[in-house]
């Protein structure tokens, strides 16, 4: 039987993929260091599932309204008034299963066949194909490392076309760490107003911040474009939920309505354990996450002064959440047995086969002279899979 084109034209999340295969070497006995995917390899916090236990002690354990439940819908408002200075009414929020999720519904709701989405390169792998699933065409837009890797106005406005529909930004950066200044974002958000394009900007890592950044809003930078505009944020990376699959959005309620509708077509409502779980976690303290991010402060530094050492490789010091995407360009062309290791998925098998290092190829995020690096993972993982890395990359000639 042939598939359908949709599905053809897509491909797997390299991400998952990735983590998937270390998975299974790993059950098969083999040793390997994970810097695969984004996942905090923390416990989700305690009181965290205390909630969910109790969620299903007393039988919350049936359908519940399709784009949330009051209680968490009223705490997600709060955090965004808190994080974003901004009031939303309860039908301007979704919560779906995961953040994925919400794009894929928004994706649904908003494009036609053909409508453009602009996508500043290097993205997170799964923006293309869900933007491909909804019949839509993604226009990427390279950055450069001298710009921390970060969308300027005149190349947004160079990308807009009368097809343009939405523009993704996502800061803290999956996969560059790279953050926008309150400055940067006021001039996209005027190329934004004066097109009248709706964007989404993809919150999920804006409580992993280090030291010396502050992290602001495209909401914060010019109030004006929220009519434009879509939040997204969720559990899984703040509070180390990612199997727990609660993802929310905010925007203008027609939009948030019609994602709704598309929701109750598909999933129905978000895991309503789950979703209690959710509300335990934006209510409760929150000393776990400021825990977590201290650990991924002295990941950071590490995996940086590591880095360093390494004569062949540059990198833009990430500001925010656990990736490093460095650039190992200068390997390319090398030889191994023989074999000339021609990219970043050649580089990656390489380091697969030979050190055993589970990592994500550059080209899955539209910069092929990258590799990505989680740095989620243990200190104990981090300073072995160095020693790893140093070890099979001098032996490429
Ligand atoms: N967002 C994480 C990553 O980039 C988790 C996996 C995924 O859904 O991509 O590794």
Request: with cysteine; hydrophobic share 40%; glycine share 6%.
């Amino acid at each position: 039987m042939e598939l359908s084109k949709r599905v053809q034209s897509i491909k797997p999340s390299a991400t998952l993929s990735i983590n998937a295969r270390a998975k299974e070497l790993k059950a098969s006995g083999v040793e390997i260091i994970n810097f695969g995917v984004g996942e905090p390899d923390f416990p989700t916090p305690h009181h965290v599932k205390e909630a969910a236990i109790k969620a299903i002690k007393d039988n919350f354990t049936r359908y519940t309204p399709v784009g949330g439940i009051p209680e968490l819908k009223n705490a997600i408002i709060e955090q965004f008034k808190r994080d974003y200075g901004e009031s939303y009414e309860p039908g301007e929020i979704i919560v779906s299963c995961g953040g994925k999720h919400c794009i894929y519904n928004l994706a649904q709701a908003i494009l036609n066949d053909d409508d453009e989405v602009i996508i500043p390169a290097p993205y997170w792998v799964s923006y293309p194909d869900i933007i491909r699933l909804a019949g839509g065409r993604s226009v990427i837009v390279h950055t450069k490392e001298e710009d921390g890797f970060k969308l300027r106005p005149e190349k947004l406005e160079e990308a807009i076309t009368p097809r343009t529909r939405l523009l993704i930004l996502n800061s803290p950066s999956n996969p560059t760490g790279s953050v926008y200044s309150r400055k940067e974002l006021e001039d996209l958000a005027d190329v934004i107003i004066k097109h009248r394009i709706y964007v989404l900007t993809d919150d999920i890592y804006n409580k992993i911040i280090f030291e010396g950044t502050s992290w602001v809003s495209i909401l914060h930078a010019n109030p004006e474009v929220k009519e434009f505009t879509f939040v997204l944020n969720g559990v899984s990376k703040t509070y180390s939920m990612t199997g727990w699959r609660i993802g929310y959005m905010a925007g203008p309620d027609p939009i948030i309505s019609a994602c709704t509708k598309i929701q109750s077509q598909s999933t129905s409502n978000p895991n309503s354990i789950a979703q209690m779980a959710a509300v335990a976690a934006l209510n409760g303290p929150q000393d776990d996450v400021e825990r977590m991010v201290n650990a991924f402060a002295k990941r950071r530094e590490y995996f940086l002064r590591r880095l360093e050492e390494l004569k062949h490789v540059t990198f833009y010091p990430p500001q925010g959440a656990f990736y490093i995407f460095p650039n190992f360009s200068a390997y390319y062309g090398k030889k191994y047995n023989g074999q000339v290791i021609l990219n970043s998925l050649d580089l990656t098998s390489y380091l697969m086969e030979e050190a055993k290092i589970a990592l994500v190829p550059g080209s899955a995020f539209g910069d092929d002279r990258c590799l990505r690096f989680s740095y989620a993972t243990s200190m104990k993982t981090i300073e072995k899979g160095i020693d790893k890395l140093e070890a099979a990359l001098s032996m490429l000639l």
